[in-house]
């Protein structure tokens, strides 16, 4: 509860059962202390009434277990792309031997139907196979300036569509193994702050 209250959160998680108390009093104790903190409730014993409870008292989201997948990660990547100031942002994941897109926010709907089929594999040709590649960090400034990004390549197609100028790229782990990529982009060059880099690869953990 201090964490939250004192700023050092940027996002809460919390089960609708919990020791002591139950999920809508934590909720509620904690927009009386942090209102603008966003709380996403979890549960698998939800109703509609106990939802629309939850959002009557500011939680951000509720979701109910078992969780879809694809749900929470749009429901973090919004959140992150919010909190850092993105134009867009998107969450690509494992499948197989190669990485497919799975969440979106703040791409158009053709956008979103061309990069539908695009495999990212780790390499040099995107921030998303970059970050893969380097198992770090990826934060290009310029895109058009890169001279490591092929302009001839589907991915350069992506970016062109997109309109992305700055592009950060931030590996997702989980016990240690890299699972996917979240990427945030703006459409103008202007780099994302240390301070904004620290938020995206904490909702990176969320994701896993």
Do not use: W
Request: hydrophobic share 45%.
């Amino acid at each position: 509860m201090s964490a939250a209250t004192e700023g050092r959160l940027d996002l809460i998680l919390t089960d609708l059962k919990l020791p002591g108390m139950n999920g809508l009093e934590f909720l509620q104790a904690i927009k009386q202390q942090n209102a603008a903190l966003p709380v996403v409730v979890m549960t698998a014993f939800g109703s509609v009434e106990t939802a629309v409870e939850a959002m009557k008292l500011g939680a951000y989201d509720y979701v109910q277990k078992p969780f879809d997948l694809d749900e929470v990660l749009q429901t973090v990547l919004e959140e992150a792309s919010r909190l850092c100031d993105a134009d867009s942002a998107n969450i690509a994941v494992r499948d197989g031997d190669a990485y497919r897109m799975r969440a979106f926010t703040g791409f158009s709907p053709e956008f979103q139907e061309l990069v539908h089929g695009v495999v990212y594999t780790p390499d040099h040709e995107s921030v998303v196979g970059r970050a893969l590649l380097e198992g770090r960090v990826v934060h290009i400034e310029d895109v058009l300036a890169d001279p490591q990004l092929s302009t001839d390549t589907v991915q350069a197609a992506v970016r062109r569509a997109g309109g992305i100028r700055t592009d950060l790229g931030v590996p997702i782990r989980y016990d240690g193994q890299l699972i996917g990529v979240i990427a945030a982009a703006r459409n103008e060059v202007r780099p994302f702050s240390d301070r904004e880099l620290d938020l995206v690869q904490q909702f990176a953990d969320q994701a896993a």
